[in-house]
Nanobody, 119 residues
Framework: QVQLVESGGGLVQAGGSLRLSCAASAPIFSFDTMGWYRQAPGKQRELVASITRGGSTNYADSVKGRVAISRDSAKNTVYLQMNSLKPEDTVVYYC?????????????WGQGTQVTVSS
């Protein structure tokens, strides 16, 4: 089974920066996409950023311009650099790896890492 381990979360003041890491147990190019999601209590999990096997990236409007997703295939790791953090970014962030077979999707998830932005 694929395992994803997130790290890099923590407490930061508004306007500060964090870099989240997602270490995968398999080569990251095994997956069609990898990405970062976040989920607040009582709310639906939402996409923050994703990157395809070919290197195309997508960002949520709420973080566009403040966030960058990148990868290091040698380390089987995907990163999320977050700058200009806002209190609204306070949530648990989850790493995702996705396999796409036509209309069928297989998702793998990490356990999450907490980001807290103080005002």
């Amino acid at each position: 089974q694929v395992q994803l381990v997130e790290s890099g979360g923590g407490l930061v003041q508004a306007g500060g920066s964090l870099r989240l890491s997602c270490a995968a147990s398999a080569p990251i190019f095994s997956f069609d996409t990898m990405g970062w999601y976040r989920q607040a209590p009582g709310k639906q999990r939402e996409l923050v950023a994703s990157i395809t096997r070919g290197g195309s990236t997508n960002y949520a409007d709420s973080v566009k311009g403040r966030v960058a997703i990148s990868r290091d295939s040698a380390k089987n790791t995907v990163y999320l650099q977050m700058n200009s953090l806002k209190p609204e970014d306070t949530v648990v962030y989850y790493c995702n790896a996705r396999e796409i077979y036509g209309f069928q999707v297989n998702d793998y998830w990490g356990q999450g890492t907490q980001v807290t932005v103080s005002s």
